[in-house]
C-alpha cells in the first residue's frame, strides 16, 4: 500500500495562476479531506468527501474547488491563487465508520508546499 | 465551536529527562481525540486515539491519557528521536462535517543528549 500519495511536493506560483494539487490514496477510504497548515494556526480544513460524488465545505474553503469521481482521487483545485494561500496543503482519508461510532484514524499525506509570489 | 489548545508550544527535554504535553479542548460532544506525530517537512503519523475519560493508550515511549477536558501525552525518558511536533487533535460527535477534525497548534519536543 503506498497510502495517500500527493503531487507535485513543491509549487511556486504566480498571483492569478490556477493549479491542481493532487492527492490519491489506496486504501479504500470512503473520507477524504484537504487540510491547509499555516505557523501558528495548526491544521484548518478546507474541503472533504465522504464519497465519490459527494463534497462539502469546511472552515476555509473559498479559492478553492473540488470534485471527488472515484474513491480514490481528490484534487484540489486553486482558481487564481493568491498570496493568501501560500501555505504548506495536506490530504488526508480514513473509513468513514458507523453513524454515532468511534472514530477512525485519519491518515495524512507528505504534503504540498505551495509559494504564491 | 471546537477548541484545541495545546501547551506548552514549544519543550526542550534532555535525554532521559520524562515530561508531559498538554491537550485542552472543549467539544460538542467528543467522538474520539487524536494525537499526531509531525516530523519537520513530513505529514502528520498517527499515534493514539482516545475514546472516553479514564482512556489509556501506550506505544513504546509515549503513554496518552484522557480526562473530560484534557489530554496529555506522557513520554518516559525520551530519545532524540522522539524530537517532534505533537499535535491533539479532537473530534466531534454530533459533527456536519464528516470525519472533521479541529487541531491545536502542536507542541515542539526537542530532546537533547
Known amino acids: 500500500n503506498a497510502g495517500v500519495t500527493q503531487t507535485p511536493k513543491f509549487q511556486v506560483l504566480k498571483t492569478g495562476q490556477s493549479m491542481t494539487l493532487q492527492c490519491a490514496q489506496d486504501m479504500n477510504h470512503e473520507y477524504m479531506s484537504w487540510y491547509r497548515q499555516d505557523p501558528g494556526m495548526g491544521l484548518r480544513l478546507i474541503h472533504y468527501s465522504v464519497g465519490a460524488g459527494i463534497t462539502d465545505q469546511g472552515e476555509v474553503p473559498n479559492g478553492y474547488n473540488v470534485s471527488r469521481s472515484t474513491t480514490e482521487d481528490f484534487p484540489l483545485r486553486l482558481l487564481s491563487a493568491a498570496p493568501s494561500q501560500t501555505s504548506v496543503y495536506f490530504c488526508?482519508?480514513?473509513?468513514?465508520?458507523?453513524?454515532?461510532?468511534?472514530?477512525?484514524?485519519?491518515?495524512f499525506g507528505p504534503g504540498t508546499r505551495l509559494t504564491v509570489l | 465551536e471546537d477548541q484545541v489548545t495545546q501547551s506548552p508550544e514549544a519543550l526542550r527535554l534532555q535525554e532521559g529527562e520524562s515530561s508531559s504535553l498538554n491537550c485542552s479542548y472543549t467539544?460538542?460532544?467528543?467522538?474520539?481525540l487524536f494525537w499526531y506525530r509531525q516530523d519537520p517537512g513530513k505529514g502528520p503519523e498517527f499515534l493514539f486515539t482516545l475514546y472516553s475519560a479514564g482512556e489509556e493508550k501506550e506505544k513504546e515511549r509515549l503513554k496518552a491519557t484522557l480526562t473530560k477536558k484534557e489530554s496529555f501525552l506522557h513520554i518516559t525518558a525520551p530519545k532524540p528521536e522522539d524530537s517532534a511536533t505533537y499535535l491533539c487533535a479532537v473530534q466531534a460527535a454530533l459533527t456536519g462535517g464528516g470525519n472533521k477534525l479541529t487541531f491545536g497548534t502542536g507542541t515542539q519536543l526537542k530532546v537533547e543528549l
Open positions: 467539544v460538542s460532544g467528543l467522538r474520539g
Open positions: 488526508a482519508s480514513s473509513y468513514m465508520g458507523l453513524a454515532g461510532g468511534p472514530s477512525n484514524e485519519q491518515f
